[in-house]
């Protein structure tokens, strides 16, 4: 199924069944495609009001933001496929010994890949908030509330995935591997914390 194509009512139906995909992770990707869109409606918006020599920050900010928009699409649909992984895993048969090693190298596996993508949406956001600077600072004054509103759904995005891949986390056995989330668990919290400057910059410009 390719959810990011559907449309806003069919997509919400399907999330609001009970239908294990899209779960929370392709929210959060959702989340973070919300906000790269509203910033880049600002930036679009800032360059058609900024002087030739004005407009070199929100042009950057435009660049970075482009990848950042459809990489949010594509992960929706790749974080529903690797959770779709992890329960074919555990379908596997575990009538013996064999089969036993196999269903849970399977299920190590997929659920690695299940942690990696919310990873990925989470440091996505990240991107997308850092290109959030320029525009917190030099954007629009009309349109600062929704670089606030977009960065409000940026934050909520890397915090959504990082609650995937805590659950995730649970059901990882390498030490190598949970070593690596559990250092972009703490990445993440710290650029957060960093990057609460854009929401914070955006709402001393809205009154």
């Not at 929706?76 to 849970?104: C, L, N, T, Y």
């Not at 668990?185 to 410009?205: F, G, M, Y």
Request: with cysteine.
């Amino acid at each position: 199924m390719n959810y990011g194509s559907q449309k806003i009512e069919e997509f919400l139906n399907v999330l609001a069944s009970s239908a294990p995909v899209p779960g929370g992770g392709s929210t959060a990707a959702l989340a973070g495609a919300l906000g790269a869109s509203l910033f880049t409606m600002v930036g679009e918006i800032t360059m058609g009001k900024k002087k030739p020599e004005d407009k070199t920050p929100i042009e950057e900010a435009l660049k970075a933001l482009e990848p950042t928009r459809r990489r949010f699409v594509e992960l929706i649909d790749e974080d529903a496929a690797s959770f779709e992984k992890v329960m074919a895993g555990f379908k596997m048969p575990k009538e013996d010994e064999g089969q036993q090693q196999a269903r849970k190298a399977a299920i190590e596996e997929a659920t690695i890949g299940a942690a990696a993508v919310p990873l990925e949406t989470a440091r996505t956001a990240l991107a997308a908030l850092e290109a959030g600077v320029a525009l917190a600072e030099f954007g629009s004054r009309s349109a600062v509330s929704d670089v606030a509103c977009g960065a409000l759904c940026l934050e909520a995005s890397a915090r959504a995935a990082s609650y995937n891949i805590r659950i995730n986390l649970g059901g990882i056995e390498n030490e190598d591997e949970r070593v690596r989330f559990q250092s972009g668990l703490a990445e993440i919290e710290n650029r957060l914390a960093e990057l609460a400057r854009v929401r914070e910059k955006a709402d001393e410009r809205v009154d």
